[in-house]
């Protein structure tokens, strides 16, 4: 089983901190890591993990993210639905859908979210935080909230068509 996880998902390193540990004969030193693990598909999953040596760090991040994946409800596979904001802590994010060939507009963290999870065209803006955790966590609270037109109209009893018709006009 995990043979195939490898192949088939992509992994991105986003930071590694070095974290320290203050002890009786002084400090120890230890790694922390932040991953992101998508299959291009519309899940993802972002992980953390801590250990004494690095790459130690990296495998428990990824572990963690694979365990953590949630599924993104994509438009023709390569952007959003409908405009989203999220929120975690201090940070917040605007996610809008964008039209075929904009391309990934987005800073830092957030840019290997969307190249994991398979979104071609989005336009994102971190405002709030720079801290690389809050601004993931604030990128998945919006994921969690968005909807598709298909929720939507089963929640409303409607058609697809209905919904998507009255989003346009």
């Known amino acids: 089983m995990f043979e195939n996880d490898k192949n088939e998902f992509s992994e991105h390193l986003v930071t590694i901190n070095r974290v320290a540990k203050v002890v009786k004969g002084g400090r120890r030193f230890g790694f922390a890591a932040i991953m ?20 130690e760090a990296v495998r428990k991040a990824t572990e963690n993210a694979k365990t953590k994946m949630i599924r993104v409800h994509l438009k023709d596979n390569r952007t959003l639905h409908h405009d989203i904001v999220g929120r975690f802590g201090a940070g917040k994010v605007i996610l809008r859908a964008a039209a075929p060939g904009t391309g990934i507009i987005a800073g830092g963290p957030m840019r290997a979210l969307f190249e994991s999870l398979g979104i071609k065209d989005v336009v994102a803006k971190s405002t709030g935080t720079s801290n690389p955790h809050n601004m993931l966590k604030a990128t998945l609270n919006a994921f969690r909230i968005s909807e598709s037109p298909k929720s939507v109209a089963a929640k409303r009893s409607k058609k697809i068509n209905d919904i998507t018709a009255s989003k346009n006009s």
């Open 36 to 55: 992101i693990v998508g299959d291009n598909k519309g899940r993802v999953g972002i992980g953390t993990g801590k250990a004494k040596e690095v790459p």
